[in-house]
């Protein structure tokens, strides 16, 4: 189980990544903004803006689903979850969240999620 101590280093830590993707969320729509209000003078140009607007939904998108878990760990923080797995209820290692912060699973049952995943894309 987490000390308060350490419960309060991931809550700083969590913030500063929630409030850095916010900034780069807020800087990809200007950029794509930007993209939309440029007029393309022929096919390269179109090309160049449909590509620009491909990268930019991508990065939006992973940056909102990693947003979403930063967002789930800080509700878990402040209801007294925080570390535990969301699978099996066994706290999750300390170095596991130092590496994956928003981690909602210990290391043997993400395996396992992981597996169940692959084996359900793989049958017809």
């Known amino acids: 189980m987490l000390n308060n101590e350490e ?18 969320l807020d800087n990809t729509s200007l950029e794509m903004n930007g993209l939309s209000d440029t007029c393309p003078r022929d096919e390269g140009d179109h090309a160049s803006v449909e590509r620009g607007n491909s990268v930019g ?22 209801n007294g979850t925080y570390g535990i797995c969301e699978a099996c209820g066994v706290p999750i290692r300390t170095e596991r969240l130092k590496v994956k912060i928003f981690a909602d699973y210990c290391i043997a ?9 692959a084996r359900s894309q793989n049958t017809p």
């Open 7 to 24: 419960l309060a280093y991931f809550k700083q830590e969590l913030e500063k990544m929630k409030q850095q993707i916010e900034r780069n």
């Open 109 to 117: 049952c993400r395996e396992i999620i992981e597996k169940e995943t």
């Open 57 to 78: 939904n991508t990065i939006i998108t992973k940056q909102s689903e990693k947003l979403k878990a930063i967002e789930r760990s800080l509700k878990r923080i402040n």
